[in-house]
């Protein structure tokens, strides 16, 4: 499981990339990376 993303407000932008702690797919490391992405989103100006 991969997941990227990316963000531009004017001339600036932003790029990311998340996925699972040593590739290993269980509800742990599911639950971290959307922990992750939604700390990212959470954390962009508004």
Do not use: C, H, P
């Not at 990227?4 to 797919?25: A, P, R």
């Not at 639950?31 to 992750?36: F, I, K």
């Amino acid at each position: 499981m991969q997941a990227t993303g990316y963000y531009q407000l004017g001339k600036g932008s932003q790029y990311w990339g998340y996925g699972l702690y040593n590739d290993k797919v269980n509800k742990s490391n599911i639950a971290d990376v959307y922990t992750r992405i939604f700390t990212t989103i959470e954390s962009l100006d508004k």
